[in-house]
Structures are given as structure tokens and as C-alpha cells.
């Protein structure tokens, strides 16, 4: 993702690029084809409301700054309530033959194993989450940092067909439309309170993947696995990806489901959907048979079955500068997972800035970061701005957040004079810091202290 959206911003401002992508040649634990841009856990970007959530409106960002990722992805939308996911097939196609197709970018297929050679004197380094061995190693030698790591859990897809419409029911929570227009963009399976908790055993007794003892690492709060929630309160799943909130069963309009497990739109076709937050580490054996006892599931065929894939990523507010270029060797600039964001859209934005910036150098350009009221900025911020507890290694990636903005005092009245509910001044603060951050973006854009990709 980091690595495909910085060549095209590199190439878009008219510099030649060479992407370096080691598949097929050597494959991943994760990775399913040679495609460029290649999803391998969710297929949604999330929210795509910049008004009212902070990854909204790093999508409304990217967009205005030319993104490769966000134009695909608007390109290859399907169903998601408020969220914008994508048919991930035909995403990463759109994105490969992008990239195959301008006059700029060289593709070279093959490992770059180690560090690149001294005489490349402008790499961006976008390994992703699956930073191969030899680059790790070369990396954390070059920069005596220890190797920090958690671990990323993939969903199961299931077909369609096998799913009992009789039992289950399409519809988005709170009706809420997506960006297709479609208020019923999710598949609901719901469980009474004896389904929960007979769930809840076997996910807590079913056999896990054993780990070494060198892998025993944090895992990532907003993609734990389903069963690493369970064991942490019988109750942690209803508040969770299996909350029965803002939903009605249209078999059973009447009664109340103690919980739901939703299934997302995964492909173009609507043939296949996957189990939304529930990722996983259960041995597959035990995922086909767990996963049956959720109600409308028990014949489900799966297209795929749940994993995980360890992730690799820098102390970078100790080791990175505030244009993401390595300290001990400026020649060398980083993007994506691998600096310390968490999710595709974050990591494609790192991308984003990374081949700006990378090209604006190239071309002899004064280049700043945006504003640290946008939420560009403020992912740049978070990863070269000097986290507090940095030097002790406590340093661990991040979705966008607004909480990385600079504060901004909500209105505390509306049109008409009265005092505005509590929800009701956090939703006005929220669009407030959305049309801050868009308008400082305009002034940013318009001052030429970028790279000037247009």
C-alpha cells in the first residue's frame, strides 16, 4: 500500500521511479498473489465520513492530494454501511495496472535482500508489515534499535450461499447508508444469551497456534484476535465487533438478540463476505467448527480461513526525521506499517508524504510536512514528533485518531441559542476539526511547500 502510493506520487510529479516488489519471486506468510497493493486482512478502509470520524477524513485528504489507494478504492467500492471497502481483487488490479502502465515507473521483480546498495541514493523503504529477515536484520544493525513486533490476525471469508438467510438478515447498523447508498450492507447473524456463552466456551478451550518463545509479542489493540478478547471478559465480544446495537431482526422484529456477529461484503460479485473482527489464531480445524455454532453459519463454506502474520515496525521518533528519512542514513526514507501506523489507509498516507516528499527533494524543492491540524500531519506527527516515552522503547503504532490533532473548543450553542447536548457538541467539534483540517490542507497546498505532484 505505502509502496505503490509513494511511486505513483513520485512519478506524478515527474520523477522516474523504480518499484521494487520481491513477489512472486519469494512470497509471504500472508500474500496470496504478485498483485501490487494486495489486501491481506480486512477489505475495508473504515469510515468515509470526514465530518464525524478522524479516518474519514484522512481519506478526504489523500483524495485531494491524488492518491492511487483512495482512487482505486473509490473505483472498486461495495456495500459497507458507513465504511468504504473494497472488492480486494479488484483493487489491487487496478493499482498494479496503474502503476504497470505509467511511462515513470519501473517495476523490477525480485528481493532486495539487505539494505540497498550505497550507490542507490534515494530509496524509500515500504516493506509493510513482512519486512523480510535480511532487511530487518540489516536495519536494526545499521540503527542498534531492538526489534519491535506485534502481531496482525486475519478474518475468515465465507461463500454467501452457505449463509441461512432464513435465519440471518441484511441490514446496516442504525440503517446508516455507505458511500454506495446501501443501508443494508451487512449480514447479521444474532445469538440468544445460551448461543453466547456455549460460543464463548469453545472459543476460549479451542486450540490456538503456539508461538516461540522469541514471539511472544504485544498484539495490536484494534485488530486482537477473537479469542484474545474472549479471555479477556466473557462480556468483552457484546461490546465489541458482537454489540446488538442498532440492529432489528427482520425474522423476529419482536425479540431482542443478546448478541450478533455481522458479516461485511468482500468482493464486487457479493459472493463472498467476511466475519467482521473476528480475526483470529484458532487452528483451523477448530475455526470451521467453532464458527458453525454462530446461528445462520452452520453450514458456512469458507473461502478462507482465519491467520496471523507477524508485524515489524521502527522506534521512529528515535530514528526517523521529520521528512521520515533514517538518521544514521539520510539516504534512506521509510513509509507505511513499518514506521508505526496501524491500518491500509494510514499506511498508504505515510506513502503518500513519503514520495512527496522523496520527489521534492529530487527535484531541488523546499518541502514542509502539512499542517499538524490535518490529519497528514498529525500521523507525521505522531511518528517523528517525539513520543514521550520513545527512548525506553514504549513507542507502538497507532490508527489515526483525533486525539493526534490539536484540541479544539466544541460550540456549546447551536443556531437557535440553546445549549447543545453533550453528543450533540462532540459531533459539531469533530465536523469543526474536519473543516480546519481541510482548509489548512488548501493553504498548505496552495503554498508550494510540497512537492508538487498536481
Not at 509502496?3 to 506520487?9: N, Y
Not at 542498534?144 to 449463509?163: C, R, W
Request: aromatic content about 6%; overall charge negative.
Amino acid at each position: 500500500m505505502a509502496g505503490s502510493e509513494a511511486a505513483w506520487q513520485i512519478a506524478r510529479a515527474g520523477v522516474p521511479v523504480i518499484l521494487h516488489e520481491m513477489r512472486p519471486v519469494r512470497g509471504t506468510d500472508a500474500h496470496q498473489t504478485d498483485r501490487l497493493a494486495e489486501l491481506v486482512c480486512s477489505n475495508s478502509f473504515r469510515a468515509d465520513d470526514w465530518t464525524g470520524n478522524a479516518v474519514g477524513l484522512l481519506h478526504a485528504e489523500m483524495r485531494r492530494l491524488g492518491s492511487i489507494i483512495m482512487s482505486a478504492g473509490d473505483a472498486h467500492q461495495v456495500p459497507a454501511g458507513g465504511a468504504l471497502a473494497v472488492d480486494r481483487d479488484g483493487f489491487s488490479e487496478a493499482v498494479t495496472a496503474r502503476l504497470e502502465a505509467h511511462p515513470l515507473v519501473t517495476i523490477e521483480r525480485g528481493e532486495v535482500a539487505g539494505l540497498p546498495p550505497a550507490d542507490w541514493d534515494s530509496v524509500v523503504v515500504a516493506t509493510g508489515p513482512l519486512t523480510s529477515p535480511a532487511l530487518s536484520e540489516a536495519i536494526l544493525a545499521l540503527t542498534g534499535e531492538g526489534q519491535l513486533s506485534f502481531f496482525d490476525a486475519i478474518a475468515p471469508i465465507v461463500h454467501l450461499e452457505s449463509v441461512d438467510m432464513d435465519v440471518a438478515w441484511r441490514q446496516s447498523r442504525y440503517d446508516k447508508e455507505g458511500p454506495g447508498g446501501d443501508a443494508a450492507a451487512y449480514i447479521n447473524c444474532p445469538m440468544d444469551k445460551v448461543q453466547y456463552e456455549a460460543f464463548i466456551d469453545a472459543l476460549l478451550a479451542g486450540p490456538k497456534s503456539e508461538f516461540k518463545d522469541w514471539e511472544h509479542v504485544p498484539y495490536f489493540d484494534g485488530c486482537l484476535p477473537i479469542e484474545v478478547m474472549a479471555e479477556r471478559g466473557r462480556e468483552t465480544l457484546r461490546h465489541g465487533p458482537m454489540k446488538p446495537v442498532g440492529l432489528t431482526n427482520a425474522h423476529k422484529p419482536t425479540e431482542k438478540a443478546y448478541a450478533i456477529v455481522q458479516l461485511r461484503q468482500d468482493n464486487a460479485l457479493g459472493t463472498l463476505w467476511n466475519m467482521v473482527g473476528f480475526q483470529t489464531k484458532l487452528k483451523h480445524g477448530a475455526q470451521t467448527e467453532i464458527f458453525r455454532m454462530i446461528p445462520g453459519l452452520e453450514k458456512a463454506v469458507f473461502a478462507r480461513l482465519g491467520g496471523l502474520h507477524r508485524n515489524t515496525f521502527l522506534n521512529s521518533p528515535r530514528l526517523l526525521d521529520g521528512s521520515l528519512r533514517l538518521k544514521a542514513d539520510p539516504r534512506l526514507r521509510f513509509a507505511g506499517q513499518v514506521t508505526g501506523v496501524e491500518g491500509y489507509v494510514e499506511s498508504a498516507a505515510v506513502g503518500l508524504l513519503a514520495g512527496r516528499f522523496a520527489a521534492a527533494e529530487r527535484l531541488g524543492q523546499t518541502v514542509s510536512p502539512p499542517p499538524a491540524t490535518t490529519a497528514l500531519g498529525a500521523l507525521i506527527g505522531h511518528i517523528t514528533g517525539g513520543h514521550l516515552d520513545a527512548g525506553a522503547g514504549s513507542f507502538q503504532p497507532m490508527n489515526i485518531n483525533y486525539g493526534l490533532l490539536p484540541p479544539l473548543e466544541p460550540p456549546r450553542h447551536g443556531a437557535d441559542g440553546k445549549r447543545l447536548p453533550h453528543k450533540e457538541r462532540g459531533r459539531a467539534k469533530k465536523r469543526l476539526m474536519g473543516e480546519r483540517a481541510l482548509a489548512d490542507l488548501d493553504a498548505w497546498l496552495a503554498t508550494g511547500s510540497h512537492a508538487n505532484a498536481a
